[in-house]
């Protein structure tokens, strides 16, 4: 190690190697608060990342029609397993492999070569080709269900039993409370003015009236030069001319 400072770190006793383990700990605590409804407050995962907590709300995590990085597979929308067609009832084991039309057996390959003796194709069996064709599929389909396995529905779903939290009824309290939230708060918020802007302006009304453009020209009462149409919309917020004329 080429660095002296790293050399008189190995050697020094206090130096102590920082465990991971723990720091990620601390990070988790530092993750800032969920800024919204208390409702949504107590119905957010933190274990559990936006878009994870949006669908288990019943939210849209996006607006946009084109989702980037994918979506999730839901476990339980497996299509139904296909009839297994019957076993065809034989006297005896066979041990012989039906041969298809072109002369090659089920499993095998017939090999093509020319004059001197190298490979120019492979004929394949016709059955063989389409089971690869519908191989990833059949694979899908055999894959089980977590969600059915009484051990493993409760691995699945980040902690939680999917079969518990249906994606139809996940979250429907928690969208009622917040539509009834946005209802009960309708309507502009009223704005204030603070105390210190009233005096600055009940100075410059006492003294101009409701001359805006000579307020605006002022230096000494108007020291952040404010524009004749800013006084005008900073004097219609503090009640208007009339509540600014009055003795404070």
Known sequence: MANP????????GSHKPVHHSRRAKKLLKKQPPIRGPKVLQEAWDPRK??????????????LNP??????????SAHPAHEEQPEASSSSGPSTSKPAAANGVPKGYGKLIR??????????????DEEEDAEGMEEVLDEVPDPTEDDQAAGWVGLGSDPRKHSPESA???VVQALEHLS?????????????????ALRRLVAKYGEDVEAMAKDRKLNPDQRTAGELKRAIRKAGGFAELGKAG
Do not use: C, M, W
């Open 49 to 62: 990342t936006v878009r994870q907590n949006y669908e288990a709300l019943g939210l849209a995590a996006t």
């Open 114 to 127: 020319d004059a001197d003796g190298n490979v120019v194709d492979v004929v394949l069996n016709d059955e």
């Open 171 to 173: 979250g429907t309290h």
């Open 183 to 199: 209802e009960t708060r309708g309507g502009r918020v009223p704005r204030f003015t603070s105390k210190g802007e009233q005096a």
């Open 5 to 12: 400072r790293q050399r008189r770190k190995l050697r020094s």
């Open 66 to 75: 084109i989702e980037s990085g994918g979506t999730e597979r839901k476990l």
